[in-house]
């Protein structure tokens, strides 16, 4: 008898039989033939006492093998179409846990009935306002509550990003990993705000003895504790870790550079005005809404394969609509000296002060139109502020450029295969999901500023004159009135006298 057992058999199930053949009785010359499956190929064995039994039972292999080779080969083409392309690449990044869907039951039960696509627009909608709400009710708080506001996102982003690298290399148990993170945090806060009250609070620096030696040593002070923490983990070094320690120093020092850096320069550009605080900030959020919502009623066209869900029609939707409102919320907010004027510390006072003429930048000016406009609207000139051309060029790159640090963010999420990087705001994702384009923004604000608005402050210059030496400022003096009366500037008898 034959017996015929391939691996899909269950165990309980009883072995083909081979009935014998008509032609020949079954005898002592019977085979007994055991056939095995082993990843789409057979193995046989038998007990073959002629050499005719050897051939039936090569005939029987070959075919048995060939059966079986089709349907293998259909299988693995069936696996191969179904392999998606994200499960190719980075398979050796762990995977960081899910969080769980925190949307407040209250919004769950009244949107119940809906679809899972309108109930996140619904959800992302109402957090959305109150998001913006929030906003409105600390720039009316003033700038110091401003100020403490990014000092609390940009913390909350550093735990979000040095979180996921903890969560993917947790289980090496590498040493003093989150406590160097957090004293490198330190650190630099350390530095990027004594150089801001350095800066800005030079009087009252001046006054008090204490902050004068902190402020004199500061950079020096700033080096010691860094040069501490680097120290400290060369001796924290493992041997079957060096690379992965490594990786995660980097790490640190990348997330400092992206969130600490990007913060310290809103903080800056909030001291050239609340203006330059507020209105890039909006434009950033008009441009991730109004995208948002272009891309989902009228989105058909992908526009970047790493985030599948954003259109070229949210992108130029996202781009004109940010425009006409950067112009428009310019042209309010203009108008404000509390807005234009620059944040500065009032020594008499001892708190801030936002109060000063407006520069020319926030004076209505007469701008001729070019012809086609003219031609289109019939009018020959229109009056604007000149900081409404700027805000122009601060929309344009809040819709062009600033959607790429949203993009750069999502790459990093897939890289490490997360949807969000945290579960603190629902339907949004964590804050860093909703700063990622701030950042960047932060940068190209502080760049132009420097670049086409800030001249010289004399406020400053005076300060720094003030701190020096007598015969220092007598000399200064001196050679300032010679310059003034070689200009003409002052007439010879004035300074003789």
Excluded at 39 to 63: D, I, K, Q, Y
Excluded at 207 to 225: Q, T
Excluded at 286 to 292: F, R, V
Excluded at 299 to 328: D, H, N, Q, Y
Aim: aromatic fraction near 14%.
């Amino acid at each position: 008898m034959t017996e015929l057992r391939h691996r899909g058999a269950k165990d309980g199930e009883p072995p083909l039989e081979q009935q014998p053949s008509e032609d020949k009785a079954p005898s002592n010359q019977h085979m007994a033939l055991t056939a095995q499956q082993h990843g789409g190929r057979f193995s046989v064995s038998a007990s073959l006492p002629t050499r005719g039994a050897a051939l039936m039972v090569c005939s029987a292999n070959f075919s048995a093998s060939s059966e079986l080779m089709k349907g293998s080969d259909s299988e693995l083409k069936a696996d191969k179409e179904g392999v998606s392309d994200e499960s190719k690449v980075d398979s050796g990044v762990p995977e960081v846990p899910v969080p769980p869907d925190d949307t407040p039951e209250v919004l769950n039960k009244a949107l119940s009935g809906l679809s899972s696509r309108w109930k996140n627009w619904w959800v992302r909608g109402i957090l959305t306002l109150a998001m913006i709400s929030f906003f409105f009710f600390i720039i009316y708080l003033g700038p110091m509550v401003l100020m403490m506001i990014v000092l609390c996102v940009q913390i909350k982003c550093f735990h979000e990003i040095i979180t996921i690298g903890y969560n993917v290399y947790h289980s090496y148990d590498l040493p003093w990993f989150r406590t160097l993170s957090w004293y490198f945090l330190l650190c630099v806060n350390y530095f990027f705000y004594g150089e801001t009250v350095t800066d800005y609070f030079f009087t009252l620096v001046q006054r008090e003895e204490p902050l004068r030696i902190l402020s004199k040593y500061h950079r020096f002070i700033s080096f010691a504790l860094y040069l501490t923490g680097f120290c400290m983990f060369v001796l924290s070094l493992v041997k079957k870790h060096y690379r992965l320690q490594f990786y995660m120093f980097g790490w640190t020092h990348v997330t400092l550079l992206i969130v600490v850096t990007q913060s310290h320069l809103i903080i800056h550009n909030l001291f050239e005005g609340m203006i330059w605080f507020i209105v890039p900030i909006s434009c950033v959020i008009c441009n991730d809404i109004m995208a948002y919502m272009f891309g989902f009623f009228f989105g058909r066209t992908p526009l970047i394969k790493l985030s599948p869900k954003k259109t070229w029609e949210g992108f130029i939707g996202g781009l004109f609509a940010t425009i006409v409102f950067g112009i428009m919320l310019s042209y309010v907010m203009a108008g404000y000296r509390y807005f234009v004027c620059p944040v500065e510390f009032n020594n008499d006072s001892n708190s801030f002060q936002v109060d000063c003429e407006p520069s020319e930048l926030f004076q209505l000016q007469d701008y001729n139109l070019p012809g086609v406009l003219e031609s289109v609207t019939g009018w020959t000139t229109v009056r604007l502020y000149p900081f409404q051309i700027h805000s122009i060029a601060l929309s344009s790159f809040a819709s062009i450029v600033g959607p790429f640090g949203g993009f750069f963010a999502s790459g990093f999420k897939r890289a490490f295969k997360i949807k969000d990087f945290a579960n603190t705001i629902p339907g949004h994702g964590g804050i860093m999901d909703r700063f990622d384009c701030q950042y960047i923004m932060a940068t190209f604000v502080n760049v132009y500023i420097a670049s086409f608005i800030r001249g010289p402050n004399p406020s400053k210059v005076v300060q720094q004159l003030l701190a020096l030496r007598s015969d220092q400022q007598l000399y200064i003096f001196n050679s300032l009135k010679a310059h003034l009366t070689e200009k003409g500037l002052l007439r010879a008898a004035e300074a003789a006298a």
